[in-house]
């Protein structure tokens, strides 16, 4: 597609933050929710027992800090363990320390599948031709029969901005994870149909390979059960300037490529309890949902198999 080698330059963009504030009060159904909070909440209690079999994978920059998955693991009563974890570093160098996102990803993802075993591929840094090379890492992993079962990116930059070839290459690139059997969830941002202050939208979010994961708004009864969800303003969502619209889309009046496709938990009064670097912090937007919907499908699908039927592998 191109020689995407000369665009070091363009690069990923993370879009959680985190806020300090009333972490103390974090539970199963008072915000910063647990993991737990969302199988209650989404009604997937008892679902495929817990994701045993299920393989979530993790594309991002840096690698989380055991101790915090073991902290935060154990704060909320997971049976999920570090070991469980595997850590591969795609590109040579020092890793830098987490600011959050990584330990998101993976505490949240793992929390709401306690069972599963989680990979996490990181570069070492957010441009897009290192990123391009842990999913090569993961492709290849798949190929040597390492059974990836979602994918989970709370990444992105503005679709406009993005050179051709690097959304040619990474859409054929989700295309292959997707024809091996996972299903690719990636966050659509926070700036809702403005991602760089005009009108447009995110990509990884717009390829037609993947499952945009956009915001909501839920609050939860006192016994974990949902008592009311709403779409969030901040969600990053509208109409593709570079992808056609796929078959899946045809009908809705639209030429090109629309997201959100699905969304979950991630308006900032309603985020989730994370751990990094050893202290407590509330993180929210749209980079939960990816990881609360990877989580989501590592359970339901084990329930399918008894009954004779294929995995789910969302596009």
Request: proline content about 4%.
């Amino acid at each position: 597609e191109s020689v995407n080698g000369l665009l070091a330059y363009q690069h990923a963009f993370k879009s959680a933050v985190h806020f300090d504030g009333a972490v103390h009060t974090a539970s199963a159904t008072t915000p910063p929710l647990y993991a737990q909070a969302f199988i209650t909440g989404y009604n997937a209690t008892g679902l495929g027992a817990g994701g045993k079999g299920a393989t979530p994978a993790i594309l991002i920059d840096v690698f989380p800090l055991a101790a915090d998955l073991k902290a935060y693991w154990t704060r909320i009563g997971s049976v999920q363990k570090v070991k469980n974890v595997t850590f591969i570093q795609t590109v040579e160098g020092t890793m830098g320390l987490p600011t959050g996102e990584e330990s998101m990803d993976t505490e949240v993802a793992g929390g709401v599948a306690p069972k599963s075993k989680i990979r996490i591929y990181a570069p070492g840094n957010l441009s897009f031709t290192d990123l391009d090379t842990s999913m090569d890492a993961m492709i290849d992993d798949m190929n040597a029969s390492v059974k990836i079962t979602q994918v989970s990116i709370s990444l992105g930059a503005c679709e406009r901005k993005v050179a051709k070839g690097i959304k040619n290459t990474d859409d054929n690139k989700f295309a292959v994870m997707s024809g091996l059997g996972a299903s690719v969830f990636v966050s659509t941002g926070d700036s809702g149909s403005r991602e760089c202050g005009a009108q447009t939208t995110s990509f990884y979010a717009t390829s037609p390979n993947v499952t945009g994961a956009g915001g909501t708004s839920l609050t939860l009864k006192g016994d974990g059960s949902a008592n009311a969800e709403s779409g969030w303003s901040g969600s990053g969502g509208g109409v593709s300037s570079y992808f056609a619209v796929p078959s899946y889309q045809s009908g809705l009046g639209f030429d090109m490529r629309t997201i959100p496709d699905i969304s979950a938990d991630a308006n900032p009064q309603t985020g989730a309890l994370v751990i990094y670097r050893g202290g407590d912090h509330q993180i929210r937007l749209t980079s939960l949902s990816a990881p609360i919907l990877a989580g989501l499908m590592a359970i339901a699908n084990p329930d399918r198999a008894p009954y004779g039927k294929a995995a789910v592998a969302a596009l």
